[in-house]
């Protein structure tokens, strides 16, 4: 017969024997990660492998510590490795569209932007001043004065031959030309010229034809004259302008002597101040086009000489690391920024800002995977770049526009970066088998368990975590019992004995719930008393589900018996979880057995309400049937089994013997002891494993037999879980008091002679059982279903016979009707023929 379990063996007390412990007080802080050596190897050696594609992807579930951990070693690490460059964005005098960018060393980005900041501010002092200088006014005004001297040389000649021809010049609306005055200096009128003779006109109109064609000559010669004082004037400009800024362009090269491209900048920047001086000369003020209009000023833009300070590594100590709360792809990215004026959007490169991975390039980025999966674009985008190994700015919406706009495209920076995900085992097995680009790019899993062995080091390293955590937040100290029942609720959040939970942030929660109920009692330590209080207050806040459910039960609205025996039904154990708590739920599974053919049916599957592994449990059950029963000779039956008042989807095996068990009872008519109720998966064997949430069915069976009355109420559960079982106190004293009880089984037969109070009885060596035995039954009535069925068989086949005979009978007096009825024909055709003749 099968043990019951003892009281020790329920709940695994902890002992801090060895621990010099009285008080949390006064402990060693914590150092490092409990628990986690797995994905603290696979986090160093990925933060420590510098090649293309491997970034780490931190699994585990919610609590573990993941992100925590992850930054901790983040940090350590970034700090010893070399701050990466800055980078800054400059204008593109060659094509403004695609801004340059320029890489300094750290620090020197902000330093380029106040040297060229302090150039542009030196400059519109110093070029006004240097073309107000009576240098530059004397040398401006013998060019002009040269010019004007030979346009006074080159008119006065001509004007001298035109008067002594009786010609002189005249402006007019086309320009100058040549007309014919009388002797007083007035032109000759249209009528006076008509009244002159012949000749005189002629000779007038060659005279003045000639002059025309010498003036249109000394025109040409003094706009020739003209262009080549603009071009000289320029020139002068050039070389004035060249004295105040070439040797500070110089002094800014010597310092970037070593960046190409700045030297190549500020080649630019210089031939463009030269190019647009006017726009560091005065702006004159120009008459409204009305009195009442004053139009604003329009000053020059010197913006295209700044800097655009993109990455300033200059206060970063080691490699930079960003943690990435919000991976929108304008956030990881970067944008460009517009401004408006006078309604319309404008942008220019030093509205260019940065994303986070420009932030963290040259070292770390961390970012939770469901964040980056939420937010469109990102997960894409960030692929390409770790693909591409660069980073680019681009507006990613201008693909679903109907008509593209015109926009900046600012060259690309080279991406050096390692990326770490933070996600749930889902999610990383989702990507894994999903997205082979993935795979590809992210070849280190750290994996983050959700328990570890229950050592005494360990237990050691939960002794500071609960003081580290009551320093940090200035909790009540709490002394070697309270200790103790944290740890203790940690194998319990392990569902293992042996075991110790590592999400560590329900534990926190435990230790602020526990420091609440101690000082609202006013102790000045917390006891193994206060972490039992905040564990039931926390069970009472989220058990209103379950308290309805067995509101409904105690009723009788939910049928279960938890005390008498019947045939053909056992109670069975399940879990429901609301999400934030999970509890066990008793329920009736029955079955009924007649003679047929069927075999056995689950009703669950005939109404579409079985997932597969239920399926596949009641198929073990029926292949158990076979091997136990039919190996000397065939079994016929019909039966059906279900999980009675069940209003949803069953999934699972858990409650395969159970199911065995109400079947069993059914074709023997055995009764089936309703005080117990039945856990355990089995394999087509008999052998009995192992099941989840032991613990929770135990409690949920054990609130409803007490609420009732403990009567010699108990659980039989797989012995393969006893190192599962942490239950609760009340649980436990009832065991201690023999009220109720709990037992072991390996074999499915072991649960049978529970339920029976009979053996179940070994095969003997002519495939029967012996009498008196469960199995004995079992057999017997399978015989009777069996010779049932032949009976009924021989009935049918006298009934076929029966009927072959009838058949034959019919159709031999068919055959002998045939010639009796011609020969009627022929005598009644011979009459009629005779009554013709008369």
Same mark, same amino acid.
């Given at each position: ?471 940090? %937040? ?131 599957? %005939? ?95 054990? %609130? ?135």
């Amino acid at each position: 017969m099968t043990e019951p379990l003892k009281p020790d063996e329920l709940y695994m007390c902890c002992d801090l024997a060895g621990l010099d412990l009285e008080t949390t007080t006064g402990m060693k802080e914590l150092v490092g990660t409990i628990g986690q050596e797995k994905a603290m190897r696979a986090l160093d050696f990925g933060l420590s492998l510098d090649s293309q594609g491997f970034n780490i992807f931190a699994m585990g579930e919610e609590g573990t510590g993941k992100m925590s951990t992850v930054k901790t070693l983040v940090y350590e690490q970034a700090s010893h490795e070399k701050v990466p460059p800055d980078w800054c964005y400059v204008y593109n005098f060659k094509n403004p569209d695609y801004p340059v960018a320029i890489s300094l060393d750290p620090g020197g980005a902000v330093i380029f932007q106040n040297d060229m900041s302090e150039l542009v501010k030196v400059l519109r002092d110093e070029i006004p001043r240097a073309f107000d200088s009576k240098e530059y006014g004397k040398q401006r005004g013998r060019v002009i004065e040269e010019f004007q001297q030979k346009q006074k040389e080159l008119f006065a000649g001509l004007e001298e031959e035109a008067q002594s021809k009786g010609f002189a010049i005249r402006k007019a609306v086309s320009g100058l030309m040549i007309v014919p005055v009388k002797k007083n200096a007035e032109p000759l009128t249209e009528e006076e010229f008509e009244a002159l003779d012949e000749k005189t006109k002629r000779r007038v109109e060659e005279v003045g034809k000639t002059l025309q064609e010498k003036l249109d000559d000394v025109v040409r010669a003094v706009r020739e004259a003209e262009k080549l004082v603009k071009e000289m004037l320029v020139r002068l400009e050039r070389e004035i302008a060249m004295g105040q800024v070439g040797h500070h362009i110089e002094a800014i090269k010597k310092k970037y002597t070593n960046y190409e491209k700045i030297l190549d900048y500020l080649n630019m920047v210089q031939e463009d101040i030269l190019t647009n001086l006017d726009d560091f000369k005065p702006a004159e003020d120009q008459a409204p086009p009305l009195p009442f209009m004053k139009p604003p000023k329009q000053e020059a833009s010197f913006i295209k000489y700044a800097v655009n300070v993109f990455v300033n590594n200059a206060e970063t100590k080691g490699a930079p690391v960003v943690v990435e709360s919000n991976p929108t792809y304008l956030n990881l990215f970067g944008r460009m920024e517009y401004k408006v004026q006078y309604g319309m959007a404008t942008t220019d490169f030093s509205l260019i800002k940065p994303g986070s991975l420009h932030k963290a390039n040259g070292g770390y980025i961390v970012i939770n995977v469901m964040d980056l999966l939420k937010n469109i674009f990102s997960y894409d985008a960030l692929k390409r770049s770790l693909r591409t190994r660069e980073i680019k700015i681009e507006d990613v919406w201008e693909q679903y526009r109907l008509a593209s706009a015109a926009g900046m495209k600012p060259e690309p920076l080279p991406l050096h970066i390692k990326v770490i995900l933070v996600g749930n085992p889902y999610l990383y097995y989702l990507l894994y088998n999903l997205d082979d680009e993935y795979r590809e790019l992210f070849k280190v899993k750290a994996d983050f368990d959700n328990r570890m062995p229950r050592t005494k080091e360990n237990m050691g390293k939960y002794v500071v975590f609960i003081s580290s955590c009551q320093k940090k %937040e200035n909790l009540t100290p709490f002394d070697r019992s309270g200790v103790a029942k944290i740890i203790e609720y940690g194998s319990r959040l392990a569902e293992h004995q042996e075991k110790l939970s590592t999400q560590f942030s329900s534990i926190a929660d435990l230790i602020r719930e526990s420091n609440y109920w101690a000082q609202k009692m006013g102790s000045d330590k917390v006891s193994d008393e206060h972490v039992v209080k905040a564990i039931d207050e926390k069970i009472f806040r989220a058990n209103r589900i379950e308290e309805r459910i067995r509101e409904a039960t105690l009723e009788d609205t939910l049928i279960v018996n938890t005390s008498g025996e019947k045939v053909g039904q056992v109670n069975g154990l399940a879990v429901l979880s609301t999400g934030d708590y999970s509890f066990g739920k008793p329920s009736r599974i029955t079955s009924r057995t007649y003679i047929g053919k069927a075999g056995v049916v689950n009703i669950e599957r %005939e109404t579409k309400m079985s997932g597969k592994i239920h399926e596949k449990a009641i198929m073990i059950v029926s292949s158990y049937l076979g091997s136990r029963y039919a190996s000397k000779k065939p079994i016929s039956l019909s039966a059906s089994i279900t999980f009675e008042q069940l209003y949803d989807m069953i999934e699972g095996d858990s409650a395969t013997c159970a199911e065995l068990y109400a079947l069993l009872s059914s074709i023997s008519g055995i009764p089936l002891k309703q005080s117990f109720a039945v856990t355990g998966s089995m394999d087509q064997n008999g052998d009995v494993q192992p099941i989840g949430g032991v613990n929770e069915k135990i409690e949920g069976f054990f %609130e409803l037999c007490k609420y009732r009355g403990l009567n010699n109420n108990g659980v039989i559960i797989p012995r393969r879980n006893v190192k599962n079982l942490m239950l609760r106190q009340e649980v436990v004293d009832a065991v201690k008091q023999g009220k109720f009880v709990i037992y072991p089984i390996e074999k499915v037969e072991e649960g049978l002679e529970i339920l029976t109070g009979m053996k179940t009885g070994e095969m003997l060596d002519d495939g029967s059982y012996p009498e008196g035995t469960v199995n004995y039954c079992v057999m017997k009535r399978l015989v009777e279903i069996a010779e049932a069925m032949e009976k009924k068989k021989d009935q049918e086949r006298e009934t076929a016979d029966s009927t072959v005979a009838c058949q034959r009978d019919s159709e031999k007096s068919s055959e002998g009707a045939i010639p009796y009825l011609l020969k009627r024909v022929e005598e009644l055709s011979i009459t009629l023929a005779k009554r013709g003749e008369g």
